[in-house]
């Protein structure tokens, strides 16, 4: 936990600094992106703070980190669909951020507060996939996660065009975007390793080590 507060404080230092200086500069921000004082520094640091932790505590057990991963993206999900909060969040006004008290700061920065749940789902999985894709150098493994890659976008592609999920947000991180930003990573990943596995570059490299 100490390391990981350590890790994230660099973080919170460069968040508060970018809300601080784009004030005092009147640098035009746009509100409806991450909030009125929140930024993409504060969601890094949070989600190493916690994220990060439980990755700590949990280890090398990976499918119990996927399996994390999909329920906190599948909840997110369902939460923001049964309680309406898509359609609050989008047709959320500018002049109905700049409130007091702490209702107000909530409205002020919805969606850098909700999309946590998102992006935490998303750094989990990227968590659980991580001896995959050290394994990718091996032909075998590669085949078996572009299967894994096809998958995931005919998932994504079938889910948007019959209606089943809203479109892609990166302002809340649904469950769309998740999906799209792991099948979109995925490809490029495959794609650099299977350059190395089918040019014998790699094994290459392993015989002069």
């Given at each position: 936990m100490w390391n990981n507060f350590k890790k994230?404080?660099?973080?919170?230092?460069?968040?508060?600094?970018?809300?601080?200086?784009?004030?005092?500069?009147?640098?035009?921000?746009?509100?409806?992106?991450?909030?009125?004082?929140?930024?993409?520094?504060?969601?890094?640091a949070?989600?190493?703070?916690?994220?990060?932790?439980?990755?700590?505590?949990?280890?090398?057990?990976?499918?119990?980190?996927?399996?994390?991963?999909?329920?906190?993206g599948v909840g997110y999900e369902l939460w923001l669909k049964r309680t309406g909060m898509y359609q609050k969040i989008f047709n959320l006004q500018d002049i109905q951020r700049i409130q007091s008290g702490l209702d107000g700061f909530v409205v002020a920065n919805i969606e850098g507060i909700v999309s946590l749940f998102g992006y935490s789902a998303l750094f989990l999985i990227g968590t659980s996939l991580k001896d995959t894709?050290?394994?990718l150098v091996q032909k075998k493994n590669w085949k078996m996660a572009?299967?894994?890659?096809?998958?995931?976008?005919?998932?994504?592609?079938?889910?948007?065009n019959e209606g089943y999920l809203i479109l892609p947000s990166r302002r809340l991180c649904n469950i769309s975007y998740i999906i799209w930003m792991v099948a979109y990573n995925l490809t490029l990943i495959l794609l650099y390793a299977g350059i190395e596995i089918f040019t014998g570059k790699y094994c290459h490299s392993k015989n002069r080590l």
């Open positions: 994230c404080l660099p973080l919170v230092i460069l968040g508060v600094l970018k809300c601080f200086t784009t004030k005092m500069i009147n640098y035009e921000v746009e509100v409806s992106e991450y909030g009125v004082h929140w930024n993409f520094f504060i969601t890094l949070i989600i190493q703070l916690f994220c990060g932790s439980l990755t700590c505590t949990i280890g090398n057990r990976r499918n119990l980190l996927l399996l994390i991963s999909i329920f906190i894709i050290y394994g572009s299967g894994c890659t096809m998958v995931f976008w005919a998932l994504f592609i079938f889910s948007i």
